[in-house]
């Protein structure tokens, strides 16, 4: 079985797009980019306000614009706006600590699937054909180690991680066509409001892994990252039925 093609992306020089990027991961992916000389950062964010703290930090290399996952037209009138941009870094999510025995569990999966599939969904199908004009670029989503292990009580995030994931494999081979490296990154726990919110800040690593990481990943072209410890032991099990499936051409089965 033959691996697929890399594609080596370094960020500096060049205009990036983050979503989610006034807290958390997003913030640090932000400061990142920087800081590895990134000309222009679009701060992707649901309200304009939250970016102010970026703007002053960093002046006009940081523009605010408002993204909303859950309103499609705020990622259409983006990648408008935004046409310069040669990073799409998909960081905006939502957690669902809930289970599939929940009563309302159809409805919470729902959700999690409108934020973290949907809306990945149409941030690529927004900004391909940017991505393409300005010469291929890269394309970042933040994923999970719960795309790949369940946990039960966790269980719809998983599901809504594992479709996330999915599409993300379809993007790498989809976008790398266009000359564009994908790069789908499984963060274990990190601190952040969400980890926080997951009552499992004690354990947590610090969002500067995850992002310097990325930069890093990018400019090895690899396809996976497991930036943290937790995540390292997940990817380490993981590596060789990526190599030998995930990442492998395996279109002697019919499968692309
Ligand atoms: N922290 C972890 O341990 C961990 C582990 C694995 C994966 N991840 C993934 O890493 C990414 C970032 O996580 P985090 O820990 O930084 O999360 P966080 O602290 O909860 O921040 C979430 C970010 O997403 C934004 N967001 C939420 N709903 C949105 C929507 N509908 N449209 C646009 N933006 C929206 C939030 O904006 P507002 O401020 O407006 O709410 C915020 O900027 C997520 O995809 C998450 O699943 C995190």
């Known amino acids: 079985m033959k691996s697929k093609v890399k594609i080596n992306y370094d960020v500096n020089g060049k205009i990036a797009l983050v979503t989610g990027a006034n807290r958390g991961i997003g913030k640090a992916i932000v400061d990142a980019l920087v800081s590895k000389g990134a000309t222009k950062i679009y701060a992707a964010v649901r309200n304009l306000n939250t970016a102010i703290p970026l703007v002053k930090r960093y002046g006009s290399k940081v523009v605010p614009v408002e993204l909303d996952l859950a309103k499609p037209e705020t990622i259409t009138a983006t990648a408008e706006t935004a046409n310069d941009v040669q990073v799409v870094i998909n960081n905006a999510g939502i957690f669902i600590a809930s289970t599939p025995m929940a009563s309302d569990a159809i409805d919470l999966l729902e959700l999690g699937m409108k934020i973290n599939v949907f809306g990945l969904i149409r941030v690529a199908q927004a900004f391909a054909p940017v991505l393409k004009i300005n010469g291929g670029g890269a394309f970042v989503q933040l994923n999970s180690v719960a795309s790949l292990k369940c946990a039960s009580n966790f269980a719809l995030h998983s599901a809504s991680k594992a479709a996330a994931y999915s599409i993300t494999q379809a993007l790498h081979q989809l976008l790398g066509q266009q000359g564009t490296a994908v790069l789908s990154v499984h963060p274990g726990l990190i601190a952040t409001d969400m980890s ?61």
């Open 196 to 256: 926080d919110a997951a009552g499992l800040a004690g354990l947590a690593e610090p969002a500067t892994l995850v992002a310097e990481g990325i930069i890093a990943a990018l400019k090895a072209g690899d396809f996976h990252l497991f930036p943290d410890s937790m995540a390292k032991r997940v990817g380490s099990a993981y590596q060789s039925f990526s190599e030998s499936i995930i990442e492998a051409d395996i279109s002697e089965y019919g499968a692309h």
